[in-house]
């Protein structure tokens, strides 16, 4: 019962992110200064950790190349994509059409590795497609920018999962591929926000109190409970758990900007939280 609370505590923790980002955005700070900020102040702690751990550093020059590749595509783009979606829609309407990844995930190892399609994942596809739809149907044409950025989350993240799973640095300790992708990532935006005089000095106490919160608490701790409760669980029940994170951000972010809670919003999250068990019962049977 313990671990099945720890999961679902990082899991909640995890769907604060977008209504942290929220908090900063008023503030004036572009996306790339959210990025950058983000991963600076997780690779720093992030390296604190894994010198009190004692685990090694040591990575090869193909590992270098594909973290710095997924590192940029993946986590770095995504959450520059997020970013910008929430200038125009909901924290709650963000986070859940980004969790339609899975589908992305399918269609491309379907494609491209030759993996079995069967019913249940063909019932996930088409439940987070049209939870996705009714998600859409509810936001005003001016706002539509926000969804393209959401949707293209969902690509640019898939690339990161599918990376984890099948490029060379999947053997390394995920703490320590994560610093160094958060630490690449940070210099990265650090360059484009100079470049494109975009990079904003942190100068703000309470943007510098939720950047902490993003980086430790959004990050750091909740990945630590997600790859614990996945070693004494199992994936396929921690993976379950991990969908109290979108539901966490629509629920909260109604509460906070008094975002309202439409029959379209529930039955679309609803369908995309559907979408995400089917696929994880349809990977539990094929293993």
Not at 15 to 33: D, E, R
Not at 254 to 274: H, P, Q, R
């Amino acid at each position: 019962m313990l671990n099945i609370l720890l999961v679902i505590i990082g899991s909640i923790a995890y769907g604060f992110l977008p209504i942290f980002v929220k908090n900063i955005i008023p503030y004036g700070y572009s996306s790339i200064s959210i990025v950058f900020y983000r991963y600076l102040f997780t690779s720093i702690a992030l390296f604190i950790i894994i010198i009190i751990q004692k685990k090694s550093f040591k990575i090869n020059k193909k590992q270098f190349i594909e973290l710095f590749i997924f590192s940029i595509a993946g986590l770095g783009l995504t959450f520059y994509l997020l970013s910008q979606a929430l200038l125009y829609i909901s924290a709650g309407l963000t986070n859940m059409i980004h969790f339609g990844y899975p589908v992305v995930v399918l269609i491309l190892m379907t494609v491209i590795y030759k993996e079995k399609i069967n019913l249940l994942k063909i019932m996930s596809a088409l439940s987070s497609i049209i939870g996705i739809f009714l998600l859409i149907k509810i936001v005003a044409v001016e706002s539509f920018k926000g969804i393209i950025y959401a949707l293209l989350t969902t690509i640019t993240y898939s690339s990161y999962i599918i990376a984890n799973k099948k490029s060379s640095f999947a053997s390394l300790d995920t703490m320590v591929a994560l610093f160094y992708m958060s630490l690449m990532v940070s210099l990265v935006f650090f360059i484009a926000g100079i470049l494109t005089k975009d990079l904003q000095l942190l100068n703000n106490i309470f943007v510098f109190y939720n950047f902490t919160a993003i980086s430790l608490l959004c990050t750091i701790f909740s990945l630590g409970l997600l790859l614990y409760g996945v070693k004494k669980l199992g994936s396929s029940l921690a993976s379950i758990l991990n969908m109290f994170e979108p539901t966490t951000t629509v629920i909260v972010s109604a509460f906070i900007y008094d975002e309202k809670l439409t029959v379209n919003i529930i039955i679309g999250s609803v369908l995309i939280i559907l979408s995400t068990v089917f696929m994880i019962f349809s990977n539990n049977s094929n293993n």
